[in-house]
C-alpha cells in the first residue's frame, strides 16, 4: 500500500509542475500590470490589444493556410503509405517503412537545416510554399504511424464479405473502408493538423520574409521584448488546444 | 496476370509516399554530408570545390565543451524525465478507469498545448519579476541576484519540463499490459518492496523504458529552443550553434559539419539498438526451436 501512495504523490507533484506556469501565464493574462510579479487588479485590455494586433492575424492566415494545406496532401499520401506497409510485406516496403520511421528518430533540427540546404542548392526561393513542404514531410510520417495502427486493428473480413457479395474494389473502397477508416483517417488529419501549426523549429529554418507563421511571431514575441499581449495569445491557444485535445480523444476512444 | 495486378497496386500505393520522403527526406540529409565537405565564401554562398577544413575545425576544444554539455544536459534530462515517469506509469496502470482517463487527459493536455508557450511560461516564472522567483527570495531559499534564468540549470527545468510526457505515455503502456500479481508473487516469496520493483517491474516493462529513453534523448539532444530562450552562453547546445552558424554567420557548411555530427550521434547508436534487438531475437527463436 505505502508504494501505491509513493506513486500517486509523485503522481500528483508532477501535474502540478506541469499546470503551475500554465496557470501562471492564465492569470497574468488579466493582470493590469505590465509586469508579473504584482497584482494590480483585473483587465481585459491585452484582449483587445491582442485583436488589434495585424501582424498577428497575418500570421494567423499564413499558420493556416499551411496547415490546412500539409494536412490535405499528408492525410493523402500517409494513408496510402499505410495501406502499401499493411498489405505488402516485400523488400520495397521494408525500405519504405524505414523512409518512413526514420524522421520520427531524428531531432527536429535536422530536418530543418537540411530542408534548407536542400531549397538553397536548388535556389528555391524560401516562401509559404517552402514551409508547406516542410511541413507535409513531417505529417506524413505521424498520419502513415496512426494509420498503421488503426488499420492493425481492423477487420478486413468485412472487405472479403462485400468482395463475395459481389462488390467491385472501387465500390468496396468507396462503401466499405473509406466509412470505416474515417474515424482513423480524421484522427490522423488532426494530429497533422496540430504538429503543422504548432511547429516552431523546422518552420524557422525554411521559411523566408513573409512567411511568418504564428509560432515564428510568438518566438519572436519572446525573444525581443514582449507586452502581456503574449499571455493574452498563450491563453487563447491553450484554451483552443483544450478544446482539439477533446475532441481528438473522443474520436479515438475505442 | 494476377501477381502483375498486384505488383502495380502496390507500386500504385507506394509510389506517392515513397517519392515525397526520397526527395524531401533522403536527399537532404545526405545533402548536409555533402555540405560538410564544401568551402563557402564570406557572402554566404558555397563555392566549387571540396575541402577537409570545416571537418578539421571541429576539433576546436570550446566545440568540446559544448558537444560535452549537450551530451550530460540530454542524459540527464533522459534519466530524470525516465525516474519520474516510472512511479506515474505504474499508478496510471493500477488506479480505476475513470481516475486513470482523467489522469491520462491532464498529461495529455500541455503535451499537445504549445511549445514555445510551455517554454515561456517558465522564463516569466523563472524572471527576477516573476512569481516563483519572488516566492523563493521571500522564503531565503535564493538570494535576490542570483539568476535563475540563462544557466544550464534553467535549460535542464525546462527541458524535463517539456519532454516529461514522451517518457510517460510509453511507460504507462507498458505498465498496462504488466501482470501485477508476479509483484505479488515476488513480495509473498520474501522480496523486498524495492527489490520486487526493480527485479520484476522494470525487467517486464522495459521494452517501454526502453521506447521513453529514446523519445526523450533525441528530442532532448537536438534541443535549440529551449537553450535559446532560457539558457546563457554557458549554457549553449549544439542546436544553438547550428541555428548560429546558419542564421547569424551564414556560414553553412559549418551548420552542416555540426548537424552531421549531430545526426551521426543518433542514427550510429539506434542502428547499433535495433541490431542488437533484432540480433536477440533471433538467438531467442533460435533457443526457442532448440527447446
Known sequence: MRKQKFCLTITTLVLVFLYLPILMLVISSFNDSRFGGLWSGFTLKWYERL??????????????????????VSTVLGTTAAFALHRYKSPMQKIHYSLIYTPLVIPDILMGISLLLFFVALNLHLSLFTVFIAHTTFCLTYV???????????????????????????????????????????????????????????????????????????????????????????????????ITVCITQSLTKE | MSIRKTFLDEFLLTIPSFTWLFVFFLIPTLII??????????????TEGWTLDTIKSLANPNYFLMIWRTLWLSSLTTLISVALALPIGYQLACTSKKLRQ??????????????????????????????????????????????????????????????????????????????FQLLEAAM?????????????????????????????????????????????????????????????????PQASALSALLALSVLIPMAGLSYLTSRSKQLESVARNKE
Not at chain 1, 485583436?51 to 496547415?67: C, D, F, G, R
Not at chain 2, 555533402?34 to 558555397?46: N, V
Not at chain 2, 516493462?205 to 532560457?230: H, N, R, S
Open chain 2, 102 to 179: 482523467i489522469l491520462l487527459l491532464l498529461i495529455v493536455v500541455p503535451f499537445w498545448s504549445s511549445f514555445l508557450i510551455r517554454i515561456f511560461a517558465w522564463k516569466t516564472l523563472l524572471h527576477p519579476e516573476g512569481a516563483f522567483k519572488q516566492f523563493l527570495v521571500w522564503a531565503h531559499i535564493v538570494n535576490a541576484d542570483t539568476s535563475l534564468l540563462y544557466n544550464s540549470g534553467a535549460v535542464l527545468l525546462v527541458m524535463v519540463y517539456t519532454y516529461l510526457p514522451f517518457a510517460v505515455f510509453p511507460i504507462y503502456a507498458a505498465a498496462s499490459k504488466f501482470n
Open chain 1, 144 to 242: 502513415t504511424m496512426v494509420m498503421l495502427s488503426k488499420l492493425q486493428h481492423f477487420d478486413f473480413s468485412v472487405v472479403e464479405a462485400a468482395q463475395d457479395l459481389g462488390a467491385d474494389s472501387w465500390v468496396v473502397f468507396r462503401r466499405v473502408l473509406l466509412p470505416l477508416l474515417a474515424p482513423g483517417i480524421l484522427a490522423g488529419a488532426l494530429l497533422a493538423f496540430t504538429l503543422s501549426l504548432d511547429d516552431f523549429v523546422i518552420t524557422f529554418f525554411v521559411a523566408g520574409q513573409g512567411a511568418t507563421t504564428l509560432p515564428i511571431y510568438v518566438y519572436s514575441m519572446i525573444k525581443f521584448g514582449s507586452t502581456p499581449i503574449i499571455n493574452a495569445l498563450s491563453a487563447v491557444i491553450l484554451i483552443i488546444t483544450f
Open chain 2, 188 to 252: 509473498d516469496l520474501g522480496a523486498t518492496r524495492s527489490r520486487a520493483f526493480f527485479h520484476v517491474l522494470v525487467p517486464g516493462i522495459k521494452k517501454g523504458i526502453f521506447t521513453a529513453v529514446v523519445m526523450v534523448f533525441i528530442p532532448a539532444i537536438g534541443a535549440y529552443v529551449i537553450p535559446d530562450l532560457v539558457g546563457g552562453s554557458n549554457s549553449e547546445m549544439i542546436g544553438n550553434k547550428i541555428a548560429q552558424r546558419t542564421f547569424v554567420e551564414r556560414n553553412l
Open chain 2, 33 to 46: 554530408f555533402g555540405y560538410a565537405f564544401k568551402p563557402y565564401d564570406i557572402y554566404g554562398g558555397i
Open chain 1, 51 to 72: 485583436w488589434n494586433e495585424k501582424n498577428m492575424w497575418q500570421a494567423v492566415t499564413n499558420s493556416l493556410i499551411v496547415a490546412i494545406s500539409a494536412t490535405c
